[in-house]
Each structure stands twice: as structure tokens, then as C-alpha cells.
């Protein structure tokens, strides 16, 4: 048992804080307050003597005993409350006192009796709280407004639920046809009187076939689904991975399946553009069975239906089976609680200001509505649909355009309609809040440093990676590598692997996954470097497969050594090459920010990746040899042993310092 408060103690042997503090002035054991800490074994000794007391209840005549019955029932009726007295943090003495119908001053004098002082609109700790639920013989539950609206309609009863129309995200490799077959099912549902089709476009919309509705969320890819995911705010049902019959599987196509994969979404092939000569479906169908998905008819669970939505073949199949994953799903919502969704996308508009695109999760959503989205509030004056068209309400999976918040909230924000102004304020500032601690504090994600200490306290058994190198050679090398050492209580799974720089998709990949990022002769951008740091997302950079290897077998056992910790110095563009004879190659470049210093450590980045890593062998400005050069100068530098530097290529200077782990 580690140190505990007086009242804990109290509330766990089920007598008085009071009470507690005679037995250990008795004990000879002077306390201060029901606030102070008691040393384990001290606690422990109390609990044997409390204990035994407690037994002699069954010595109690049962005249005795049906009186004290009669006292408690007494005391539960004049509480009159049998369930959980649920507060807000921070609420002040004279609203709980209004709550639980009992006088101010009451409950100053219990206070007062532990040595609290405190004025009638103070706000009361946890701590307090529980004191006085103990006194009162109350139960008080602690929660916030948007916790306690969030609670009603949850689940429901069966009678209450209904079923919902899935909601469906398109992804696939650029030129694969996603936006093509978007546009071709959008067009199967237009009315055709509507003079030139859909008359706008919100980024969700929801179509009719068979006497069912399908809603699909027309995303910038799966860079938004993963997003949104990270936010917490993943409401995708279903998503269909589009790839073309004559390109076959490419680095978007994996991209998009180890995202769907990463947030536990049905996935549903669609392989596109069947019409051209050079069609090979089957090979598709083989690539993807590497990857995973193994067709039905090759006795696999994944549904592949072959398209063209160019001209709209075989789309009726597709609506079918998505309908057909979505039946056996079975998805369901409360339409009768207040509504709760999720904003898709928003933007300021010229004529009707800030405009959120939101689609409903639970409830309906009705106009005049107050709502709270993200850490903005407003009524809604006005909704729209995909088409344009003003509506009065909107259901579960429906997408809607509401017009009347405060401010544009950002996309992957949860919205939540409340009953007044009042609390619409006291919700965005608990969101506040919350924000502002996690800013103060970032969420302490997986790295290969805490690994083993996770371990030991048996809260990892999977520890997930993802790695980004130059060639397909290296990081199928590495991977083989990665996944055959096996320590006892860590399994290793790769959930994405790619050629190329570390991007921002990576990194809100990984955050969303609680996963590390292996980078092999590659660099993060400065802007995923920025999210990692945001986020808490360890990446890990190496030039030898067998370091990273014995890095990460190292930590499963827990024996990481120091290591040397590259410090950025400074960075700088090429933007001239100069060819001296008898000299060599000089590079004309602009130092973006730090400063470049002679025999520095410098690395050639072209296009995210490392194509040179060895020192600055000089520094020249205006002809004449100087030791360094600041950010927004230009000047001339030569690399040590390093002649094929190109316009355009990025210079990175560093430093290596010792780590200590």
C-alpha cells in the first residue's frame, strides 16, 4: 500500500475522517488535517484494527439492529437521492449546496470542522467534495457538461435504436480514378431537372439506391482520415481502396490500406478503369493478396468488384456490396437524443460567414439548435444539404452545411447540441482548457527509450512501426530484419512502409497508432518534424541497417547504451553551382536559418533524401574565407570529398553530441 491521504483511508474503511483522526490521536499519531498523508504501514495497522470492530456487528441484538436499519432508511429518504449526484469540476459551495438542497452554511460548518475555510461562491477540489458526500452519506460523481450530455441517448435502449446509412471514404494512388468514380456515383442520384447537376459540392454527400441511403465523404485522402482518427473523431464505416486495372498497386494504394488497416475500417476493392486495352485485373488481385486482402473467390474475406467509372460500369455491384459489408455490420444509432456528430470540413464564406460541413454520429440535429463545435458555439440559423437545398433537421450519417457558429471550428472537431447559452460557454471552456494542458503537456506517446520500462509494467505487447527509406531494396532489407528478433512480451508489427521523406502523414500515422518511425537514409520535412515534436512521435534516423536493428533489440531488452544526439545547426538552398578549375565545385547558397560554420557536419538532402553526409571544408563570402555565415546570407560553401551537389539541393549542418538515455 503506497502513502495515503487521511479521508481515502477513511472512505475505504467506511467510517468518518473524524473519526480516523481520534483512532490516531489514541495511536499517539498527532494529524493535521484530513488532507495529511499516512506512511503505508501505518495505514496497514489501522486497517487490522478497524477491521475486527466492524465484525462485532454480528453480535448486535436484532432490536438493535432493525433500529439502526430504520436510521439509515431515514437518513436516504431525507437525501432523497438513490442514484449518483453528478457536479462539474470546479463547482462552487453555494451550487452544490443548491443541488443537493441543503443550506450554504451547512456545509461551511463540515468544512470548517476539517479545517477548510471557504466562502459561499469558492469553488470546491475533488477532495472537498468527496468530504462532504461522505458527511451527507451522498455519492457524488464527477463530470464535465460535455461528459454528462455526451452520456444521454448513449447506446439506448433496443426500441430506441435504429438503423443508420453507412458512411463510406473513397481512397486510392492519384489517377487511379477516385475522383472520376465519386463523381460517377453522385451522378447516379442527381435529379434531372437540376439544370447542370450537383449545384454544390460540401465534401459529404449522400446518395439514394434501392430505397437506401449511402453517405460518402468526399476527402483530400487518407491524410484527413487519419486525421480525423488522431482527433478521435473516426466515424467511417466502410472504406473502398480504388485501383486501377492497368497501373496495379502503387504507394498511395499501400499508404491507404495501412491507414484503413491502422483504424479497424472494412475495406472494400474497387478495381477501376476495366475498359482499357491494357487491362489486368487479375494482376491486381494477385498484388493486393500480398498485401493482405485476399479475394473472396480465391478464399479470401476481402469483396472485390471490377468497375470503369469512366463509363459507369458495374456500379449498381458496388453499391450493392457496400450495402451488403454495411448489413453485416449492423449499424445502428439513437436518432431521438440531441444531436452529436463530427465537422467534416469548414471555411469562412463572403455572404453567410463562418459555414461548417458536419455530419451527425447520434440524434438529430434541428434548425435553431444551439450548437457547440470544437471550442466555438452559435445557433443554427440555417442547414443545407449536399444539394443546396435548405432542410428543417438531420439524421444519423446525414451530412449537412450549418451556417451560425461564432467562428469556423477546425475539421475533425466533435459537435454537440446543448440546451442553452450557458452551457454552450461552459463547454467550449472546459475544451480550452483541455487543450491548454495539452499543449503545457504533450501526450506522452512510445519511444524506444521508455520501451523497456513499459515492459516491465506489462503495458505494451505490440510495439508498432513504420518505415520510410530511399530504395524499395532498403527497406524490404531492413524489414525482414525488424520482424524476425522476438523478445518475450513484444510482438513487432509493421503497419506501413514507404520510399521517400518522412511526411506529416507518416507522423499523424504514427501518432494515431501510439507507433515509432524508422527513417533509412531518409529525412523527415521541417513541417513533420514540427507535428513529431507536437505530438510526441519518436523517429529514429540511421545510415546502417544493423544499428537500427540492435537499436531496437536493445530496447526490448532495456540495454540501450548512450548514444551521440545530432544537433541541428542551421540549414541552407542551393541555389548556384560554380565550377572552379583546380578547385573543385562551389556552392552558391542562401542560409535559410542557424548559420553554417567551416568543418561542420553537413548532409545534402535532394528531395527528402541523403545523398551526402561529411563536412564543410570552407566558407567563402565575397571571395574572401570566413569561419561562418548567418541566416539571410548568402555565400559560398565546398563540401569535403563531394562534387555531384545540384541546384536546389538542401544543406542541413549539424553537430553530434553525447545522449544520455
Aim: aromatic share 4%; charged share 30%.
Amino acid at each position: 500500500m503506497d502513502n495515503v491521504r487521511i479521508f481515502e483511508l477513511a472512505k475505504k474503511l467506511n467510517i468518518t475522517s473524524q473519526k480516523l483522526i481520534s483512532l490516531l490521536e489514541e495511536m499517539g499519531i498527532s494529524v493535521r488535517s484530513h488532507m495529511s498523508s499516512l506512511d503505508s504501514k501505518v495505514a496497514e495497522e489501522i486497517c487490522r484494527k478497524v477491521k475486527p470492530k466492524a465484525q462485532e456487528k454480528a453480535t448486535i441484538p436484532r432490536s438493535q439492529e432493525k433500529a439502526q436499519s430504520r436510521t439509515s432508511e431515514v437518513t436516504l429518504a431525507e437525501t432523497g437521492r438513490k442514484k449518483p449526484v453528478q457536479v462539474s469540476p470546479g463547482i462552487s459551495l453555494k451550487e452544490f449546496a443548491d443541488l443537493i438542497k441543503k443550506p450554504p452554511s451547512t456545509l461551511i460548518k463540515i468544512l470548517l470542522g476539517y479545517g477548510e475555510m471557504l466562502a459561499i461562491n469558492a469553488p470546491l477540489s475533488e477532495e472537498m467534495l468527496a468530504l462532504l458526500a461522505e458527511e451527507l452519506g451522498l455519492e457524488v460523481e464527477v463530470k464535465t457538461v460535455e461528459e454528462s450530455l455526451l452520456e444521454e441517448g448513449e447506446g439506448g435502449t433496443p426500441e430506441l435504436l435504429e438503423s443508420r446509412p453507412p458512411v463510406v471514404t473513397v481512397m486510392g494512388h492519384v489517377d487511379h480514378g477516385k475522383t472520376t468514380l465519386l463523381d460517377a456515383i453522385r451522378h447516379t442520384d442527381v435529379v434531372k431537372t437540376e439544370a447542370g447537376g450537383i449545384t454544390q459540392h460540401i465534401g459529404a454527400y449522400q446518395i439514394s439506391y434501392r430505397d437506401r441511403k449511402i453517405t460518402f465523404i468526399d476527402t483530400p485522402g487518407h491524410e484527413a482520415f487519419t486525421s480525423m482518427r488522431a482527433r478521435g473523431a473516426m466515424v467511417t464505416d466502410i472504406a473502398v481502396i480504388v485501383v486501377a486495372a492497368d497501373d496495379g498497386v502503387k504507394p498511395q494504394t499501400v499508404e491507404a490500406i495501412n491507414h484503413a488497416r491502422a483504424a479497424n475500417v472494412p475495406m472494400l476493392v474497387a478495381i477501376n478503369k476495366i475498359d482499357l486495352p491494357n487491362a489486368n485485373p487479375e494482376k491486381v488481385r494477385k498484388e493486393l493478396s500480398e498485401l493482405g486482402l485476399v479475394p473472396e473467390e480465391w478464399g479470401g474475406e476481402t469483396i472485390f468488384v471490377e468497375i470503369s467509372a469512366k463509363n459507369k460500369t458495374n456500379l449498381d455491384d458496388l453499391l450493392e456490396m457496400i450495402l451488403l459489408v454495411a448489413d453485416m455490420q449492423e449499424l445502428k444509432a439513437n436518432p431521438h437524443t440531441r444531436g452529436n456528430g463530427v465537422v467534416i470540413e469548414s471555411r469562412l464564406d463572403k455572404g453567410r460567414g463562418p459555414v461548417a460541413t458536419v455530419l451527425i454520429k447520434k440524434g438529430t440535429l434541428k434548425t435553431g439548435d444551439i450548437i457547440v463545435a470544437g471550442d466555438v458555439h452559435g445557433r443554427a440559423r440555417a442547414l443545407f444539404n449536399d444539394r443546396g437545398k435548405r432542410v428543417k433537421q438531420a439524421t444519423p450519417s446525414q451530412p449537412v452545411e450549418v451556417v451560425g457558429l461564432s467562428a469556423v471550428p477546425s475539421a475533425g472537431e466533435e459537435f454537440l447540441v446543448v440546451d442553452e447559452e450557458k452551457t454552450a460557454h461552459q463547454i467550449t471552456a472546459e475544451r480550452i482548457a483541455r487543450q491548454r494542458a495539452r499543449i503545457a503537456g504533450p501526450v506522452r506517446r512510445l519511444t524506444l527509450d521508455d520501451l523497456a520500462r513499459r515492459i516491465e509494467e506489462d503495458k505494451i505487447v505490440e510495439l508498432r512501426v513504420i518505415i520510410k527509406g530511399d530504395v524499395h531494396g532498403s527497406i524490404e532489407a531492413l524489414r525482414e530484419a525488424l520482424e524476425k528478433p522476438e523478445e518475450e512480451g513484444v510482438k513487432m508489427r509493421i503497419i506501413h512502409s514507404g520510399v521517400g521523406a518522412i511526411s506529416e502523414s507518416d507522423v499523424m500515422l504514427a501518432s494515431a497508432s501510439d507507433a515509432i518511425i524508422i527513417g533509412f537514409n531518409v529525412r523527415p520535412s521541417s513541417a513533420a518534424k514540427k507535428m513529431a515534436e507536437q505530438e510526441g512521435v519518436d523517429i529514429r534516423l540511421y545510415r546502417v541497417i544493423y544499428k537500427a536493428i540492435e537499436d531496437i533489440s536493445s530496447a526490448m531488452r532495456g540495454l540501450l547504451e548512450p548514444e551521440y544526439e545530432e544537433v541541428d545547426k542551421g540549414s541552407a538552398e542551393v541555389r548556384e553551382i560554380f565550377r572552379i578549375p583546380k578547385v573543385g565545385v562551389v556552392a552558391g547558397c542562401y542560409v535559410v536559418e542557424g548559420e553554417v560554420r567551416r568543418n561542420q557536419n553537413v548532409r545534402a538532402i535532394r528531395d527528402g533524401v541523403i545523398v551526402h553526409d561529411g563536412k564543410v571544408s570552407s566558407v567563402r563570402r565575397f571571395k574572401e574565407d570566413v569561419r561562418s555565415v548567418s541566416a539571410g546570407f548568402e555565400c559560398g560553401i565546398m563540401i569535403e570529398n563531394f562534387q555531384e551537389i545540384n541546384k536546389g539541393d538542401i544543406l542541413e549542418f549539424y553537430t553530434r553530441e553525447t545522449k544520455a538515455r
